[in-house]
C-alpha cells in the first residue's frame, strides 16, 4: 500500500462490507476488525462469502468488550482516517479523534423513531420501496437478489468516506456521517416516488414490462432478453426495417405506430408480435444481430454465463482471490483506478492473521490541507455535465448535492430526454413543456443548464471553454462520440491540466461490444440481475426499472470523489472509463464466485434466504398490502413464535435450523400468514420489532412520501420551488455529513436558464459576445 492510501477501519455488517470493499478497490489500506470466531460470512459457502466481501482487507480479531483488545482498538483509531461502523443499532459510540471519519451505516439512521429498529437487506428493501417495483401485479412483492438494498447502502457510505476526507483536507476536520440504508434505498427507485409527487399515481409492480419506456422481458428457444423499442424514432424505424427485411413484421410497418403515444398505448399488441418473432431465435443470436442493427437488446445471462463475457474478459474486468485452498475467479470492480489501475489479483487473509498490525500500527500522518473551506465537502468544484436520462445526471445529482458547482449542457434542440419524452414527463399538466417534468426535475436538481449548440465550431468553441474553466467532466454518450468531438481525455487534459474525466458508455470504451446500444434494462439483463429476479428458472420476472442506472450511477459518483481525493494527494487527473455493465456486475455480490469456486448453480430463489429462515413478505390487512419478515437466528424464531401464537414450535428441536424450518416453508409461511393477514401492516411491524424481530411494510411512493413517520422525522423529503412548475418535494440525500452536509439548494433549472450567467460568469464573456452567439444560434 502507498503511504498516502486512506487508511480504513471496519467494523463489519452487512450493510457496510461493501464500502469496505470498494474502498479496497481504489487502492484503500482496510482492516477488518473480526470478533472473536471470525466474521459471519466465514461461516458462509464454505467460506467463499467471506473471500468476496473481504480479500484485500487485513484481519484483526478483537473483543472489544476486553480491556486489552479495547486498547488494540483505540490505537488502530489513531492510525486510521475512516471508520466504516456496520454494527447494530445502539452499539456504544466509537471514541473518535479529532480528525476521524466515522461513517455510521445502519438500516434506518440515528435519528428518528425507527433507529432502534432491526433490519436486513429484505425489510430494508421493503420498507425503503424497492420491493413495491419488483413482481407481477397480481403476486407478492419480490427482493431484488444478492443484497441490493445492502449494497446501495455499501456505495453511498464509500462515497460517504471519501467525501469526509475531502472535506478533512480542506479544513474541516473528522466527522461523523449518518447513513440510512432505508434513505439510500428511497432514493434510488428511479420513478417510484416520481409518479406520486408529480403525477399523484401509484403504478403498479410491471410484471415484465417497463412502467414507463417500451421496454421488456421476452421469451426466446433457449431463455430470454431484455430489450424493446428503444428512445428514438430511429430506433423504431430501424426495428420495422430490419422486421419487415425478414419478412415478419406483420402490422408494424402500418405508418400509424410511427406515433409513440400510439405504441406505447398500444404496446401489448406490438409486444405480441415481437413474442412471436423471437420464439424462433436462441436469445444470444438475436441480441447480436439486434445490436449489429444499433437496437437495444441483451440476452438475459446468469452468472455462469458471466464468467464468458467476451466484453468483461477483453476489459479484465475479474479478479482472482488467493485463498487458503486456492485460487478463485471473482466479479471485479465497477472502474479501474487509479489512472485506469486493474486489480486482477487479492489474497483473503485468514482470521486473525494481522493482530500484530493492531499491536503495533504505522503512526499516522495527517494528510496536508488543501484548498478553500466551504459550506460542503464540495464546494468550488465545478463539474461539466454532458449526461442526460438517468444514470448520468444521478451521478451528478449525487455532486450537486455535495456543493459542486454542476453545469448541464444541453441544446434547444435536443434536450435531455427527460425533460419531453411523453412516458417520462411524469406531470399533472401537459408533456409538451421541458420545464415541467418531474423525473426531470428530480435527478436535476441543484444544477445550472446552458443550451448549447456543440455542433457547430462555434458552440464547440465555447464548449472547450467551459472545459478550460471545470475540474470534472462527466458524459454518458456512447464509446466514440468524445473522440469524434475532438475531446478525448488527452484533448480535455491539454484544456484543463489535471482534470478528472468520467465516461459512463453502456459497455465501456474498449472492448468487442464497445458500441452496444444500452439501456437500464439491458445492463440488468446482460449482468445476471435479471436472471436471478424471479421465483424458479422457469418463473423469471426481472429488473424492469432503471436500478442499473441508479447502480451505474452512484458508482461514477464514487469514481469522482475518489479522482478528486487522488488528484489532491498526487497533482494527477485521469480518464475514468466506467463501463455500467461492469458497474451492475461488480453489485452482484456472492453469484459468480458461488459459481466458480463451488460450482453451485445460481437460480432464482424468490424473497427466500441462503442462511436465514423463514424470509419473506406475508399478506396483512388490506389491499395489496405486505410485511417483509426476516429471521437470522434462534432468538428471532423463538420471538416470533411467541408473537405468532406457535409456542410449541419456539421449543421444537426439529424447527431449531434456519434449513429445518427451510423445508417446512409452506407450512411456516402458512402459520405466519394466519397471523398477519387479520392484522394491519403497521401493527405487524411494530408488533414483530418490539420483539425484536427484522420485519417492515412493503411501502410504495405514496406510502413512502405521505405515511412514513421516520422519513418524515429525517426530513427526507424536501420542499423546493421550481420556476415553472411551483413547490414540490424532492427525494432527500441519504449522505448526512455532521459538519459538511448536503441538500437540496434550488429546484432544477429552466432550459438554458443559467446560460447568460455561466458564459458572463464563468468564461468572463461580455453581453455583446453572448448575443452574437445567441443570434447566430449558437445559444437559445
Known amino acids: 500500500m502507498s503511504d498516502t492510501a486512506i487508511r480504513v477501519v471496519e467494523l463489519p455488517g452487512p450493510f457496510v462490507r461493501s464500502a469496505g470493499r470498494m474502498l479496497i478497490g481504489l487502492g484503500c489500506e482496510v482492516v477488518l476488525v473480526e470478533p472473536p470466531g471470525g466474521d459471519d460470512t466465514r461461516r458462509d459457502l464454505d467460506g467463499l462469502s467471506y473471500a468476496h466481501w473481504h480479500a484485500g482487507k487485513k484481519s484483526v480479531v478483537l473483543d472489544l468488550d476486553e480491556s486489552g483488545d479495547r486498547a488494540a482498538f483505540d490505537r488502530l483509531l489513531s492510525w486510521a482516517d475512516v471508520v466504516l461502523d456496520g454494527r447494530a443499532p445502539g452499539a456504544p459510540p466509537v471514541r473518535a479523534h479529532p480528525d476521524l471519519v466515522v461513517v455510521s451505516v445502519t438500516p434506518f439512521g440515528s435519528t428518528g423513531p425507527r433507529s432502534h429498529w432491526a433490519g436486513t437487506?429484505?425489510?430494508?428493501?421493503?420498507?425503503?420501496?424497492?420491493?413495491?417495483?419488483?413482481?407481477?401485479?397480481?403476486?407478492?412483492?419480490?427482493?431484488?437478489?444478492?443484497?441490493?438494498?445492502?449494497q446501495v447502502a455499501g456505495v453511498n457510505a464509500a462515497i460517504g468516506a471519501i467525501l469526509g476526507v475531502l472535506a478533512r483536507r480542506r479544513?474541516?476536520?473528522?466527522?461523523?456521517?449518518?447513513?440510512?440504508?432505508q434513505d439510500c434505498v428511497a432514493a434510488a427507485l428511479e420513478a417510484g416516488a416520481l409518479a406520486y409527487l408529480h403525477e399523484d399515481r401509484v403504478p403498479p409492480r410491471p410484471g415484465r414490462v417497463h412502467p414507463l419506456v417500451p421496454h421488456g422481458l421476452f421469451d426466446t428457444a433457449d431463455g430470454q432478453v431484455g430489450g424493446g423499442l428503444g428512445g428514438s424514432p430511429r430506433m423504431w424505424d430501424a426495428l420495422v426495417a430490419w422486421l419487415t427485411e425478414m419478412g415478419v413484421q406483420e402490422d408494424l410497418a402500418d405508418p400509424r405506430w410511427n406515433d409513440p403515444r400510439i405504441r406505447k398505448r398500444e404496446q401489448k399488441h406490438v409486444f405480441e408480435v415481437l413474442n412471436r418473432i423471437l420464439a424462433t431465435w436462441t436469445k444470444d443470436e438475436f441480441a447480436a444481430a439486434a445490436q449489429d442493427h444499433r437496437l437495444p437488446w441483451a440476452a438475459v445471462d446468469r452468472p455462469e454465463d458471466i464468467v464468458r463475457n467476451p466484453q468483461l474478459n477483453d476489459r479484465d474486468f475479474f479478479v482472482d482471490l488467493d485463498t487458503e485452498r486456492g485460487t478463485v475467479r471473482d466479479v471485479g470492480f465497477a472502474f479501474a483506478f487509479p489512472e485506469g489501475r486493474r486489480i486482477g489479483r487479492l489474497d483473503v487473509r485468514p482470521v486473525g492473521a494481522d493482530r500484530s498490525f493492531a499491536d503495533a500500527p504505522p503512526a499516522r500522518t495527517t494528510a496536508p490541507k488543501t484548498g478553500t473551506r466551504g459550506p460542503s465537502a464540495l464546494s468550488g468544484v465545478r463539474v461539466l455535465d454532458l449526461t442526460w436520462v438517468l444514470a448520468g445526471p444521478y451521478c451528478t445529482r449525487i455532486l450537486a448535492d455535495h456543493g459542486a458547482d454542476v453545469i448541464k449542457v444541453e441544446s434547444a434542440g435536443r434536450p435531455d430526454p427527460t425533460r419531453f419524452a411523453p412516458f417520462m414527463h411524469l406531470s399533472r399538466g401537459p408533456n409538451d413543456d421541458?420545464?415541467?417534468?418531474?423525473y426531470f426535475n428530480d435527478v436535476n436538481r441543484n444544477k445550472r443548464s446552458i443550451t448549447l449548440d456543440t455542433r457547430s465550431p462555434e458552440g464547440l468553441a465555447v464548449l472547450r471553454d467551459l472545459i478550460a474553466e471545470s475540474d470534472v467532466v462527466v458524459e454518458n454518450f456512447s464509446a466514440s462520440v468524445m473522440e469524434r468531438m475532438g475531446l478525448?481525455?488527452?484533448?480535455?487534459?491539454?484544456?484543463?491540466?489535471?482534470?478528472?474525466?468520467?465516461?459512463?458508455?453502456?459497455?465501456?470504451?474498449?472492448?468487442?461490444?464497445?458500441?452496444?446500444?444500452s439501456y437500464a434494462d439491458i445492463v440488468s439483463a446482460g449482468s445476471g440481475l435479471t436472471a436471478l429476479t424471479g421465483w424458479s428458472p422457469d418463473d423469471v420476472v426481472g429488473v424492469i426499472y432503471g436500478h442499473g442506472d441508479i447502480v451505474a450511477g452512484l458508482q461514477a459518483a464514487l469514481a469522482t470523489v475518489a479522482a478528486l481525493e487522488h488528484r489532491e494527494r498526487t497533482g494527477h487527473g485521469q480518464h475514468i472509463d466506467l463501463s455500467q455493465l461492469e458497474a451492475m456486475v461488480a453489485h452482484m455480490g456472492t453469484s459468480v464466485i458461488g459459481v466458480t469456486g463451488a460450482g453451485r448453480a445460481s437460480e432464482p430463489i424468490g424473497n427466500a434466504h441462503r442462511t436465514y429462515a423463514p424470509h419473506g413478505?406475508?399478506?396483512c390487512l388490506g389491499d395489496d398490502s405486505w410485511c417483509a419478515v426476516a429471521v437470522r437466528d434462534d432468538a428471532e424464531w423463538t420471538a416470533l413464535c411467541r408473537v405468532i401464537g406457535r409456542d410449541d414450535w419456539a421449543e421444537d428441536p426439529a424447527l431449531r435450523t434456519a434449513t429445518a424450518r427451510r423445508e417446512r416453508d409452506d407450512e411456516v409461511r402458512t402459520a405466519i400468514e394466519s397471523w398477519t393477514r387479520v392484522r394491519p401492516v403497521a401493527m405487524v411491524q411494530q408488533t414483530l420489532q418490539d420483539a425484536g424481530?427484522?420485519?417492515?411494510?412493503?411501502?410504495?411512493?405514496?406510502?413512502?412520501?405521505?405515511?412514513?413517520?421516520?422519513?418524515?422525522?429525517?426530513?427526507?423529503?424536501?420542499?423546493a420551488t421550481h420556476p415553472t412548475v411551483g413547490e414540490f418535494l424532492h427525494e432527500g440525500v441519504p449522505i448526512r455529513p455532521s459538519t459538511t452536509p448536503g441538500g437540496v439548494r434550488r429546484a432544477a433549472p429552466m432550459l438554458g436558464g443559467?446560460?447568460?450567467?455561466?458564459?458572463?460568469?464563468?468564461?468572463?464573456?461580455?453581453?455583446?459576445?453572448?448575443?452574437?452567439l445567441r443570434t447566430a444560434g449558437i445559444l437559445s
Request: one cysteine or more; aromatic letters at 4%; glycine letters at 16%.
Open 617 to 619: 413478505v406475508h399478506r
Open 754 to 772: 443559467d446560460t447568460d450567467a455561466v458564459l458572463g460568469g464563468v468564461l468572463g464573456c461580455p453581453p455583446s459576445r453572448i448575443d452574437a
Open 434 to 438: 421541458p420545464n415541467t417534468s418531474g
Open 488 to 517: 478525448g481525455y488527452g484533448e480535455l487534459d491539454a484544456l484543463r491540466p489535471g482534470i478528472v474525466y468520467v465516461s459512463m458508455s453502456g459497455m465501456g470504451h474498449t472492448g468487442p461490444r464497445k458500441d452496444w446500444v
Open 121 to 150: 437487506d429484505l425489510t430494508v428493501a421493503a420498507l425503503g420501496g424497492s420491493m413495491a417495483q419488483v413482481g407481477d401485479p397480481d403476486g407478492p412483492p419480490l427482493l431484488l437478489p444478492e443484497g441490493q438494498a445492502e
Open 171 to 181: 479544513g474541516h476536520g473528522g466527522q461523523a456521517v449518518d447513513v440510512s440504508a
Open 693 to 719: 424481530v427484522p420485519a417492515g411494510a412493503v411501502q410504495n411512493g405514496r406510502d413512502l412520501v405521505e405515511h412514513d413517520d421516520h422519513l418524515r422525522h429525517r426530513g427526507f423529503y424536501v420542499a
